[in-house]
């Protein structure tokens, strides 16, 4: 029993700790995926803000280059008008070169506005010194359809030139004399005194291409890289028209992550290209995640502490529950023990015989009671001296205890030299093989005895079935009386003597 209460509160005490450590755990868990959800929903509003941004300053570069492509598309329609009217005037002059541009702002500009003959040569020019650069390449710009609308393209000029851009109005025949196009050919230094003013973090980048992929500016600038071929078809073919395209790459420049944001100017072959590096994106972030995940480490780590250090306390209390319930458990087994042979003494043979007479009053079954006297102990113990006595009293329990074989039977020191043995579920003529086997083994001791040769037991057997007139004082009375029985009629022999019940009226103890 008390074992089973050691083990009841040792799982008490496991469970309990296991509870606690899996509160520890789940709030663990709940707080690492709490602070990985926030940490990534930020990450993601961060990117969210980055790509909004980069859709500003697409759409900034795209109303720019269209406003400037508007502004020369508007003088090639007054050249256009101008040559139209004079051939309907019958007049074949052209327009002189100063004409060619109208207005302040269009004068500071550095473009170049031409007028085509017939085989693609420049006729007139607003400036001859920078047409004579990419003259070869003009016949090129005239080769592409008849459309009269307005055409835009790129130009590569020889030698290492800066990449321009021609914008061109074809004339009908005759509608502008001998004149057949009028071209404006845009450099790309207007573009980039746009993208200078953009600011774009550390790492960041704007870039200019044309429809084959070809760099024509960019910024921060990377001459190096101008006029060459740096974004591949299939992300040409993959950027969708009048919608931007986004999406995450290493930089061909300089190697480095980024989030591009793309998308064509317009209806011209021309995109431009938004990257704005992760490491400016995520700059600010990277230092909250150090500082929450470092936080989460260290709450993390004390919670873990904490639960260790419980279920160190908790082991250490379990240990000490169990050494008090051990030492309770050896204070009862003393309580009920006889120091000297070892059997249960008189309160635990009150206890045993209390309880295997309820259990066999449950079940039905008849219980007997053995009741043992050392023949002329006394007379023993005073020739012997008391030491002597206490051996064969030691002799006597061993020689009880190797008789009984069942979990059951019970043998106590009653007191003195006198013995008590329970046999549960056992009828008279079993108890009375027992105590006959008792008597004959102790016999077969052969422990001398000054006064009748060697040491002898009588022995008072009482079997009863427990019922509600019956009751375990009625047994142990019975046992007593046989015993004074075997004594009165010679000693060293066994006396039986059957429980009489009392009457049916009186109330059976518990």
Same mark, same amino acid.
Request: net charge neutral; glycine share 10%; hydrophobic share 50%.
């Given at each position: 029993?008390?074992?089973?209460?050691?083990?009841?509160?040792?799982?008490?005490?496991?469970?309990?700790?296991?509870?606690?450590?899996?509160?520890?755990?789940?709030?663990?868990?709940?707080?690492?995926?709490?602070?990985?959800?926030?940490?990534?929903?930020?990450?993601?509003?961060?990117?969210?803000?980055?790509?909004?941004?980069?859709?500003?300053?697409?759409?900034?570069?795209?109303?720019?280059?269209?406003?400037?492509?508007?502004?020369?598309?508007?003088?090639?329609?007054?050249?256009?008008?101008?040559?139209?009217?004079?051939?309907?005037?019958?007049?074949?002059?052209?327009?002189?070169?100063?004409?060619?541009?109208?207005?302040?702002?269009?004068?500071?500009?550095?473009?170049?506005?031409?007028?085509?003959?017939?085989?693609?040569?420049?006729?007139?020019?607003?400036?001859?010194?920078?047409?004579?650069?990419?003259?070869?390449?003009?016949?090129?710009?005239?080769?592409?359809?008849?459309?009269?609308?307005?055409?835009?393209?790129?130009?590569?000029?020889?030698?290492?030139?800066?990449?321009?851009?021609?914008?061109?109005?074809?004339?009908?025949?005759?509608?502008?004399?001998?004149?057949?196009?009028?071209?404006?050919?845009?450099?790309?230094?207007?573009?980039?005194?746009?993208?200078?003013?953009?600011?774009?973090?550390?790492?960041?980048?704007?870039?200019?291409?044309?429809?084959?992929?070809?760099?024509?500016?960019?910024?921060?600038?990377?001459?190096?890289?101008?006029?060459?071929?740096?974004?591949?078809?299939?992300?040409?073919?993959?950027?969708?028209?009048?919608?931007?395209?986004?999406?995450?790459?290493?930089?061909?420049?300089?190697?480095?992550?980024?989030?591009?944001?793309?998308?064509?100017?317009?209806?011209?072959?021309?995109?431009?290209?938004?990257?704005?590096?992760?490491?400016?994106?995520?700059?600010?972030?990277?230092?909250?995640?150090?500082?929450?995940?470092?936080?989460?480490?260290?709450?993390?780590?004390?919670?873990?502490?904490?639960?260790?250090?419980?279920?160190?306390?908790?082991?250490?209390?379990?240990?000490?529950?169990? &050494?008090?319930?051990? +030492?309770? *458990?050896?204070?009862?087994? /003393? =309580?009920?023990? %006889? !120091?000297?042979?070892?059997? #249960?003494?008189?309160?635990?043979?009150?206890?045993?015989?209390?309880?295997?007479?309820?259990?066999?009053?449950?079940?039905?079954?008849?219980?007997?009671?053995?009741?043992?006297?050392?023949?002329?102990?006394?007379?023993?113990?005073?020739?012997?001296?008391?030491?002597?006595?206490?051996?064969?009293?030691?002799?006597?329990?061993?020689?009880?205890?190797?008789?009984?074989?069942?979990?059951?039977?019970?043998?106590?020191?009653?007191?003195?030299?006198?013995?008590?043995?329970?046999?549960?579920?056992?009828?008279?003529?079993?108890?009375?093989?027992?105590?006959?086997?008792?008597?004959?083994?102790?016999?077969?001791?052969?422990?001398?005895?000054?006064?009748?040769?060697?040491?002898?037991?009588?022995?008072?057997?009482?079997?009863? &079935?427990?019922?509600? +007139?019956? *009751?375990?004082?009625?047994? /142990? =009375?019975?046992? %007593? !009386?046989?015993?004074?029985? #075997?004594?009165?009629?010679?000693?060293?022999?066994?006396?039986?003597?059957?429980?009489?019940?009392?009457?049916?009226?009186?109330?059976?103890?518990?």
């Amino acid at each position: 029993m008390v074992t089973a209460e050691l083990r009841a509160r040792a799982a008490r005490h496991m469970l309990s700790f296991r509870g606690v450590a899996f509160v520890t755990l789940a709030a663990t868990v709940i707080l690492v995926l709490a602070c990985v959800s926030v940490l990534l929903e930020t990450r993601h509003e961060l990117v969210r803000r980055a790509d909004i941004m980069a859709g500003n300053i697409l759409r900034l570069a795209d109303q720019a280059v269209q406003i400037e492509v508007g502004r020369y598309d508007l003088r090639l329609l007054d050249v256009a008008v101008e040559l139209h009217d004079a051939a309907a005037e019958g007049k074949a002059a052209l327009p002189s070169r100063e004409s060619l541009f109208g207005g302040a702002a269009i004068r500071a500009s550095l473009g170049d506005i031409i007028i085509l003959g017939p085989g693609g040569e420049a006729v007139s020019s607003s400036r001859p010194g920078l047409t004579r650069q990419y003259a070869a390449v003009l016949p090129e710009v005239m080769s592409d359809g008849g459309s009269t609308g307005l055409i835009a393209a790129t130009v590569l000029p020889g030698g290492g030139g800066q990449p321009l851009i021609a914008l061109i109005r074809r004339c009908l025949p005759g509608a502008c004399g001998a004149a057949k196009a009028i071209v404006a050919m845009l450099p790309m230094s207007w573009i980039q005194g746009v993208f200078d003013g953009l600011e774009l973090g550390r790492k960041g980048a704007i870039a200019l291409v044309d429809s084959h992929g070809t760099l024509l500016t960019r910024q921060p600038l990377l001459p190096n890289l101008i006029g060459h071929v740096v974004e591949p078809p299939s992300v040409i073919a993959s950027v969708p028209h009048l919608r931007t395209s986004i999406y995450s790459r290493r930089s061909t420049a300089d190697g480095l992550c980024c989030r591009v944001t793309a998308g064509w100017v317009g209806e011209f072959p021309l995109l431009v290209f938004v990257s704005i590096s992760k490491s400016d994106i995520l700059r600010g972030w990277s230092h909250l995640a150090f500082v929450t995940i470092f936080a989460v480490v260290v709450l993390s780590g004390g919670l873990v502490g904490l639960t260790l250090l419980l279920a160190q306390q908790a082991h250490r209390k379990m240990m000490v529950d169990r &050494e008090l319930l051990a +030492a309770n *458990a050896q204070l009862a087994a /003393l =309580a009920h023990t %006889d !120091a000297l042979t070892g059997l #249960s003494n008189r309160r635990g043979f009150d206890a045993d015989l209390a309880r295997e007479w309820r259990r066999c009053r449950r079940s039905g079954k008849p219980i007997s009671l053995l009741m043992l006297d050392a023949d002329h102990f006394k007379d023993y113990n005073d020739h012997f001296g008391h030491q002597a006595g206490d051996v064969v009293l030691r002799a006597l329990a061993d020689c009880m205890v190797g008789q009984i074989r069942r979990p059951g039977d019970v043998a106590a020191r009653y007191g003195g030299e006198e013995f008590a043995v329970v046999l549960p579920d056992t009828d008279l003529a079993a108890a009375a093989r027992i105590a006959e086997a008792i008597r004959v083994g102790i016999e077969l001791l052969a422990i001398p005895h000054w006064r009748e040769g060697c040491v002898t037991v009588s022995i008072g057997l009482g079997c009863a &079935e427990p019922g509600p +007139a019956a *009751a375990a004082a009625d047994l /142990l =009375a019975a046992a %007593d !009386a046989a015993l004074y029985e #075997s004594k009165a009629t010679g000693r060293n022999r066994v006396t039986a003597r059957a429980v009489t019940p009392r009457p049916a009226v009186e109330p059976a103890p518990a």
